[in-house]
Structures are given as C-alpha cells and as structure tokens.
C-alpha cells in the first residue's frame, strides 16, 4: 500500500464537493476575536489546530481505513466531539463526502454506512471509508485528514481578512513536515487501534475550538457554517 | 486491499438531480433555481410564486444566504409559506459554489423537505446574490430562472454572462420603475433577444397586483412537461 495514488490528490483536492468550503475550521470565531489577524498568527491557528482537532480526526480516518468497524469508530468520533455544534457538523460534512464519494468511488461499503447512518457519520470516519474504496491504505487518508484541518481554516482567512493568497499557501506549506508527522503518529495510532482497541486513538482536544463553536453557531449574522 | 474491486461496482447515476425518482421510487419534485444580482427581487419573485401557488400545488423552498438568513426570514416572516417548508443553506461566502461547483448542502437541504413535508410538486431553489455569470448546476436543479431587474441599468442584457444568456427563463423586474431610471425597456428586450434566441424573457413589476403572472405561467408549462415526461 502506497501513499503515492493519484486518488489521494482527487481526494484531498480542496474543489472536491463535499461542502467544506461552507466551514471555516474555527478561524471565523478566531478572526472576530482578533486571535488571527495575519499570516504569523494563521500559522499560530493552524498548528495549534492541526495538533488537536487534526490529529484527531486522522486517527478516525486511519483506524477506519485500516478496517476497523466504521460505526464503532462513529463513536469514538463522537467521544472526542464535546461540542454539539460541532458533532452536527461533522455528521454533516459526512453525509456530503458520502454522497460525492458514491458517486466518485461506488463502493457497497459506503452504501452500507449510508443506510446505517442515514443522516450521516462523523466526517473523518466516512473518509476512511472513502479511503478503502478509493484503494488507499490508513497512511493516506490521514494525510488527507491533517490536511483538510488546516487548508479549511487558511481558506476561509483569505476571504475574511483579504489575506494575501500566496501568503495563507506558505503557511501551508511551511506546515507541510508537521503534516507528514502527525499523519504517521495517526496511522501509527490506527495500528495500535487494530490489535488493542479503539481507545489507543489520539483523542487531543482544543477546548477554544469547541467553546468558540457553541457560540459562532449563535451568531446571526457569519459568512461560514462553522 | 481494495485498489482494485474483484467486479467492477456498477456505476450510479442515483445522486443528484439526474433520476427523477427518490429513494423509494416515487417521483420527486420539479426543482427550479432562482439566481441574478443582488437586490434584483428574487426572494420577491419567491415570495410571489409561493402566494400564486400554494393552493393548487405542494411547494418547498430553499434559501442560500450568502451571510445571513435575512432571505429565508422574509419569507417566514411574510409567511408565504408554513415555516418547515423553508430551509436556508450556508454558503461560505461563495453563493455560486454552492449551486453549480458543489451541490452537496443544497441536494440534501431538497431532500430533507422532500422527506419532511414530502410529497411535494415544486422546489424553488433561491441563490444569494450573485454575478452574471452564476449558473445552478444540472445536478441540483431541472430549471432555472434568472432574475434582473431594470433599475439595475438598461446594459445588463446587453453584457450577457452565462446566467443571463443560458438561463430557461430571464426575468426582468421592476418594469414600473423604468420611467424614472431612463430605461428603454424595448431596448432591454431587443438586447435579451440577441443574447438568448429563442428562450423566453418575462417583463414584471412584482409591486403590481398579479405581476408575478408571467412567471407562474412558465412554472406551470415546466410543471406539466415534468409531469408528463
């Protein structure tokens, strides 16, 4: 199994319709609160994000990816979600990766999560499960899991803040060595996961993340889902 | 592992607006995007297609707020339809992305009414506030309406822009405003005409008593070809 599939790029592809360009990762919240206001503190926000909520949800996909049941691994998901805002989010997210990745890589694994979870499973476990159909391995999709964590967030701070693009893409790829290590640590973990159970999945959390979410879901007036 | 499935899965068309029928096999229901500039009177247009025909058909609508649900709470507010008739979609910032580049938010938000308030005839898909060249995609709906309006300037048919030339209706609204911004509404209708052949332009003025009438007609004629194909 190689990390180097093509599938992967279409996968990780930020125009690949699965919703995320409606989601912020966090960096509207962050952005109101004067907390980003530049390329150093997006860089600040993303590897903070990236250690958290990101290496999180590369242990899902990759235990997921390894053939772990994805509805048990659905529960870990929701362990390690505290926020409801952001729970619903990730069933969100899922139930529309699930949709464009029927469509890109039909597979009876994903239609029988689909009928499971009709409303959705947490996004990172539906993209392991992509992963499998997709012919890659748990290495893979934890590279695409990291990566989604942060390239969400330096998207959507090129639209709030009219951040130089060439500026939020060096913060990428400035990220890209720390990218590579958390994916290894998440597939690492998947591995561990396979032989003693789910709780040897990465479970770091952000609590800012989740205490700026429940309150962006009240905002009235915000440009992004979350 | 799986890089290569032993029989190739067969392939599915079942997802989007391509199949005509749901999940269970019923058919489902006509979709009509509603896009163009902002302020142009599409949630008008929305709100006066509601109120023309609630009556006789089952509607449902979905907004695309581009920052806020100001266009779904017109709606409610106005009541033109029962509130879990009207979803909004968040959009990001990016109202087109979400009707032509990915559909995934909007086709669940259809489906959702379909299956809460289901069965319906009629879903009117409104888009936030856009450019002339947003399109709905065909995944996401069968028809779509492009809404300007003529206090907007009289050079907008002129300066096309794929929504405006490929839409299957362009309306023009505010028609009673023409007087009083100096627009040759003949003019705007020549300039449509050499942009769009032969798809029909509809001149309104919402303001007025049944002005919305040209439009629910042509809801109508698409209404009973989806019926009868």
Sequence with gaps: ?226 | MHLDHPDTYPHRHTYTAATPTRPDGTRRALRIGLGGPVGSGKTATVAALCRALRDQLSIAVVTNDIYTREDAEFLLRNAVLAPERITAVETGACPHTAIRDDISANLEAVEDLEDSVGPLDLVLVESGGDNLTATFSKGLVDAQIFVIDVAGGDDIPRKGGPGLTTADLLVVNKTDLAPYVGVDLEGMARDAKAQRGELPVAFTSLATEGGVAPVRDWVLERLAAWAAA
Excluded: N
């Excluded at chain 1, 990465?202 to 989740?210: T, V």
């Design chain 1, 1 to 226: 199994m190689s990390t180097m599939s093509a599938a992967l790029l279409v996968l990780a592809d930020g125009r690949f319709p699965a919703g995320g360009h409606a989601h912020s990762g966090g960096a509207e919240a962050a952005v109101k609160a004067g907390r980003v206001t530049d390329g150093a503190s997006l860089e600040a926000f993303c590897r903070g994000r990236l250690h958290t909520a990101g290496l999180t949800a590369a242990g899902l996909a990759a235990a997921t990816a390894a053939g772990i049941d994805p509805l048990a691994v659905d529960a870990a998901a929701d362990a390690r979600t505290p926020s409801p805002a952001l729970r619903a989010a990730a069933r969100r997210l899922g139930r529309q990766l699930m949709r464009a990745a029927r469509a890109a890589w039909p597979s009876p694994e994903l239609d029988a999560l689909a009928a499971a979870l009709p409303r959705g499973a947490h996004q990172p476990v539906v993209l392991g499960l992509v992963a499998r159909a997709a012919g890659l391995g748990p290495l893979a999709v934890a590279h695409a899991a990291a990566y989604e964590a942060v390239s969400g967030p330096a998207t959507a701070v090129v639209r709030l803040l009219s951040l130089d693009p060439f500026e939020a893409t060096a913060v990428l790829a400035r990220l890209a060595p720390e990218l590579d290590a958390v994916a290894s640590a998440a597939a690492d973990a998947a591995g561990a996961a396979l032989v003693e159970g789910l709780d040897a999945l990465p479970a770091p959390a952000a609590p800012l993340l989740d205490i700026t979410a429940e309150q962006h879901a009240a905002w009235p007036v915000r440009l992004f889902a979350t």
